[in-house]
């Protein structure tokens, strides 16, 4: 079972970076493919970015391609989120998740709390 908790969240002007982590105490971190996805004010669960158990395959929505990178790393329990070149559309609460690699989130059993990431213009 995945125990995620996400960290890295902040405040940062456009164009700056950010990087979020999510960590796992469970013990089947590897068995999962990860994603990460947001939620702005009144709106719906966003899918961000995925990556396979293996961490050979990512998947990016249209919207942060070129600018985000996911990666993990299966011996600390560990994903990621480099987030560069941010725009003030990219603010939300940021959810790490684990599950099958799909961009729905109903493909995913596990949540993290979420991290607020803002960015201002």
């Known amino acids: 079972q995945a125990q995620l908790v996400e960290s890295g969240g902040g405040l940062v002007q456009a164009g700056g970076s950010l990087r979020l982590s999510c960590a796992d105490s469970g013990r089947t971190f590897s068995s999962y493919a990860m994603a990460w996805f947001r939620q702005g004010p009144g709106e719906e669960r966003e899918f961000v970015a995925s990556i396979s158990w293996t961490g050979g395959s990512t998947i990016y929505a249209d919207s942060v391609k070129g600018r985000f990178t996911i990666s993990r790393d299966n011996a600390k329990n560990t994903v990621a989120l480099q987030m560069n070149s941010l725009k003030p559309e990219d603010t939300a609460v940021y959810y790490c998740?684990?599950?099958?690699?799909?961009?729905?989130?109903?493909?995913?059993?596990?949540w993290g709390q979420g991290t607020q990431v803002t960015v201002s213009s």
């Open positions: 998740a684990a599950g099958v690699q799909v961009s729905h989130p109903r493909g995913y059993t596990y």
